[in-house]
């Protein structure tokens, strides 16, 4: 039989699992009578409830054989035709004149239940009831209203997309991978539960985000509230425990099939990690170490390939209008289970490690091009600001009428549920004068009077700048006074740096950490392969098996340095002293160094050396070295 177009269908492998219990609402078709008698859908029926339905409703016992012999399933209900019935050995044209009209009208109750979700990315994408009232919560639908890309929309205005949107193709995407597990590899005994569990967890794995998304965990809250260590994946683990319980869906996710609280606590682990304190070998409650590739779905802590990445990346660049050059569709096609050191992981075909390397490439495209924007991220920067001089301003009434500012409204998830980006025109339109400062920030932003961009520079290797430094720097910036050298040197300084007084407050040091996602590590280390072969074997390809033009490193640091101060001949002298802050650090030269300092630059040894006089000292260094060692 084909597998392509609407005359063949390819058959569907009965899971080892039992899916009884799953319960599915829908409208009666009065044709049939006692339709599912386990309240299933019959998409999910197995053979043997697919048999016994047919039984019911009076069809010889030849027909309900053929249907067992060939482990026909009710996922293919949708896809019969008179050939397919022809095939598996129903060869009587009164019989299939009979059940061919019976099975597609009762298939016709999977449009009653499934709600329709048309994506610009996806395409039509389907989802269960259960999911659907998920959705249909004011802490859901609150991720309409957070942008996906935070302050980046001030810079490319396509990317007007909110969480909203991703999450929904990231259930998407989750439902899809782990049924093709399930088709390609019934012995894995996936189920329905697993699938309805794995697909809330991508659904809801975002709840926790807050105003502008990264920008509030990433920055606003490590100012706000530097001792603590909170971030979006716990609140999401907060959120969602909030959800169910303020919606009281907790007997609604029983009532299809979930087994609480061992599938909450599942939910759970895929979104924020183990909950565990005290384990000996496997840290996960919710499933046990047989179904251990479950994990690597929503949020793979393995290698980080998983949905999120995949929804995000083709989403982000449709908005973005960047050219996506990974392929999740090749992924699912050739993803496999396969053990590896006594645990069972998610492998694909050799030939598909090019195509993961792409993924991580455009990971880091998108982060250099748009995610990093030097522009988009000055004014998060400055949304920050805004937040922080408003923050005790701001009153966010939560459970039992306690009231909370922006930086304590994660403590509270009612409190937490009414912060969304709106918080920006709530101050930006306040009529409190306590704000006046904030809104002049956000004020600033709207005319594009934005904090100036003074340089960009990287620390060589080995001398990153760690994170309790970062508090330092505009106080480094400031003491680089650019005329003590020029003086030294006998050269006569083009500014009076003293004049224009610059002092810390006036720099912003941005330190981007740029990496595959595994900080100085090769994520690619971390995925198995399997070959043609033998596709039960798992086994590593390393990057000198691939290509000789991969990369040497998979982690840097950027420094980029901004100035408040925007008239000009504050900026000139601004950035003499970012380029003597760069000599004094041994950092990279700035790349405009040479026309904004032109009479610093030449000081520096090795800022003015082409890539030949580089390589042939590093060459002389080498072979010094040599000498002394032989």
């Given at each position: 039989?084909?597998?392509?177009?609407?005359?063949?269908?390819?058959?569907?492998?009965r899971?080892?699992?039992?899916?009884?219990?799953?319960?599915?609402p829908?409208?009666?078709?009065?044709?049939?009578?006692?339709?599912?008698?386990?309240?299933?859908?019959p998409?999910?029926?197995?053979?043997?409830?697919?048999?016994c339905?047919?039984?019911r409703?009076?069809?010889?016992?030849?027909?309900?054989?053929?249907?067992?012999?060939?482990?026909?399933?009710?996922?293919?209900?949708?896809?019969?035709?008179?050939?397919?019935?022809?095939?598996?050995?129903?060869?009587?044209?009164?019989?299939?004149?009979?059940?061919?009209?019976?099975?597609?009208?009762?298939?016709?109750?999977?449009?009653?239940?499934?709600?329709?979700?048309?994506?610009?990315?996806?395409?039509?994408?389907?989802?269960?009831?259960?999911?659907?009232?998920?959705?249909?919560?004011?802490?859901?639908?609150?991720?309409?209203?957070?942008?996906?890309?935070?302050?980046t929309?001030?810079?490319?205005?396509?990317?007007?997309?909110n969480?909203?949107?991703?999450?929904?193709?990231?259930?998407?995407?989750?439902?899809?991978?782990?049924?093709?597990?399930?088709?390609?590899?019934?012995?894995?005994?996936?189920?329905?539960?697993?699938?309805?569990?794995?697909?809330?967890?991508?659904?809801?794995?975002?709840?926790?985000?807050?105003?502008?998304?990264?920008?509030?965990?990433?920055?606003?809250?490590?100012?706000?509230?530097?001792?603590?260590?909170?971030?979006?994946?716990?609140?999401?683990?907060?959120?969602?425990?909030?959800?169910?319980?303020?919606?009281e869906?907790?007997?609604?996710?029983?009532?299809?099939?979930?087994?609480?609280?061992?599938?909450?606590?599942?939910?759970?682990?895929?979104?924020?990690?183990?909950?565990?304190?005290?384990?000996?070998?496997w840290?996960?409650?919710?499933?046990?170490?047989?179904?251990?590739?479950?994990?690597?779905?929503?949020?793979?802590?393995?290698?980080?390939?998983?949905?999120?990445?995949?929804?995000?990346?083709?989403?982000?660049?449709?908005?973005?209008?960047?050219?996506?050059?990974?392929?999740?569709?090749?992924?699912?096609?050739?993803?496999?289970?396969c053990?590896?050191?006594?645990e069972?992981?998610?492998?694909t075909?050799?030939?598909e490690?090019?195509?993961?390397?792409?993924?991580?490439?455009?990971?880091?495209?998108?982060?250099?091009?748009?995610?990093?924007?030097?522009?988009?991220?000055?004014?998060?920067?400055?949304?920050?600001d805004?937040?922080?001089?408003?923050?005790?301003?701001?009153?966010?009434?939560?459970?039992?009428?306690?009231?909370?500012?922006?930086?304590?409204?994660?403590?509270?998830?009612?409190a937490?549920?009414?912060?969304?980006?709106?918080?920006?025109?709530?101050?930006?339109?306040?009529e409190?004068?306590?704000?006046?400062?904030?809104?002049?920030?956000?004020?600033?932003?709207?005319?594009?009077?934005?904090?100036?961009?003074l340089?960009?520079?990287?620390?060589?290797?080995?001398?990153?700048?760690?994170?309790?430094?970062?508090?330092?720097?505009?106080?480094?910036?400031?003491?680089?006074?650019?005329?003590?050298?020029?003086?030294?040197?006998?050269?006569?300084?083009?500014?009076?740096?003293?004049?224009?007084?610059?002092?810390?407050?006036?720099?912003?040091?941005?330190?981007?950490?740029?990496?595959?996602?595994?900080?100085?590590?090769?994520?690619?280390?971390?995925?198995?392969?399997?070959?043609?072969?033998?596709?039960?074997?798992?086994?590593?390809?390393?990057?000198?098996?691939?290509?000789?033009?991969?990369?040497?490193?998979?982690?840097?640091?950027?420094?980029?340095?901004?100035?408040?101060?925007?008239?000009?001949?504050?900026?000139?002298?601004?950035?003499?002293?970012?380029?003597?802050?760069?000599?004094?650090?041994?950092?990279?030269?700035?790349?405009?160094?040479?026309?904004v300092?032109?009479?610093?630059?030449?000081?520096?040894?090795?800022?003015?050396?082409d890539?030949?006089?580089?390589?042939?000292?590093l060459?002389?260094?080498?072979?010094?070295?040599?000498?002394?060692?032989?």
């Open positions: 039989m084909q597998n392509s177009g609407k005359e063949g269908i390819s058959k569907r492998a899971p080892d699992s039992p899916t009884e219990g799953f319960h599915t829908e409208k009666k078709v009065s044709a049939l009578e006692d339709a599912d008698p386990d309240h299933l859908h998409r999910y029926w197995g053979t043997e409830q697919l048999c339905f047919l039984r409703n009076g069809f010889e016992d030849r027909v309900e054989r053929c249907f067992r012999d060939n482990q026909v399933t009710g996922s293919v209900l949708p896809y019969v035709t008179g050939s397919y019935l022809e095939q598996i050995g129903i060869g009587w044209p009164t019989e299939r004149t009979k059940l061919l009209p019976f099975l597609r009208k009762l298939e016709q109750t999977h449009t009653d239940i499934m709600k329709v979700f048309n994506d610009p990315i996806h395409g039509h994408i389907e989802m269960h009831p259960l999911l659907v009232q998920i959705i249909d919560t004011p802490q859901f639908q609150r991720l309409r209203y957070i942008k996906q890309l935070g302050g929309y001030y810079v490319f205005p396509g990317a007007s997309h969480r909203f949107e991703h999450s929904l193709g990231v259930g998407h995407l989750a439902g899809r991978l782990v049924r093709a597990l399930q088709e390609r590899q019934p012995g894995l005994d996936i189920n329905q539960r697993d699938i309805l569990c794995v697909q809330i967890a991508g659904l809801c794995h975002d709840l926790g985000h807050g105003p502008f998304s990264h920008m509030f965990d990433g920055r606003f809250i490590p100012l706000a509230n530097p001792k603590s260590k909170w971030k979006h994946e716990q609140a999401s683990v907060k959120m969602f425990e909030y959800l169910i319980v303020s919606n869906l907790g007997p609604v996710m029983e009532y299809y099939g979930l087994q609480l609280p061992e599938d909450i606590d599942f939910i759970k682990e895929q979104i924020g990690g183990p909950t565990k304190t005290n384990y000996s070998s840290p996960y409650s919710g499933r046990p170490k047989e179904k251990s590739f479950l994990y690597e779905i929503v949020a793979n802590q393995r290698n980080g390939i998983d949905v999120d990445k995949w929804d995000y990346f083709a989403r982000d660049c449709h908005h973005l209008g960047i050219q996506n050059n990974f392929d999740y569709e090749r992924f699912i096609k050739f993803a496999r289970v053990e590896v050191d006594n069972k992981h998610i492998c075909r050799d030939k490690v090019g195509n993961l390397y792409d993924m991580f490439h455009t990971r880091n495209c998108l982060h250099r091009r748009a995610y990093q924007h030097k522009v988009g991220n000055i004014i998060e920067t400055m949304i920050t805004a937040f922080l001089k408003a923050d005790k301003y701001i009153k966010i009434k939560g459970s039992k009428g306690k009231e909370y500012h922006l930086s304590t409204a994660i403590e509270d998830m009612k937490y549920t009414k912060l969304t980006d709106d918080v920006f025109l709530t101050i930006l339109h306040s409190l004068p306590e704000l006046r400062e904030a809104q002049e920030i956000l004020r600033k932003i709207e005319r594009r009077d934005l904090y100036k961009y340089g960009e520079t990287q620390p060589p290797e080995g001398k990153e700048i760690k994170k309790e430094q970062y508090d330092e720097l505009p106080a480094e910036i400031a003491a680089s006074n650019p005329e003590t050298k020029s003086q030294e040197v006998g050269l006569k300084p083009e500014t009076k740096s003293q004049d224009v007084g610059l002092v810390a407050e006036d720099f912003i040091v941005d330190v981007i950490n740029m990496d595959y996602g595994m900080k100085e590590k090769n994520p690619i280390n971390n995925v198995r392969f399997y070959c043609k072969s033998d596709i039960t074997q798992a086994v590593k390809i390393t990057k000198e098996q691939v290509s000789k033009f991969l990369p040497e490193t998979f982690a840097e640091q950027l420094i980029r340095v901004y100035c408040k101060r925007t008239d000009k001949e504050s900026i000139d002298v601004a950035r003499k002293y970012f380029v003597k802050w760069c000599m004094v650090k041994d950092f990279s030269k700035p790349r405009d160094g040479d026309v300092a032109p009479e610093l630059t030449p000081m520096k040894e090795g800022w003015n050396q890539e030949g006089d580089k390589k042939a000292v060459e002389g260094e080498q072979q010094s070295i040599r000498k002394s060692l032989f």
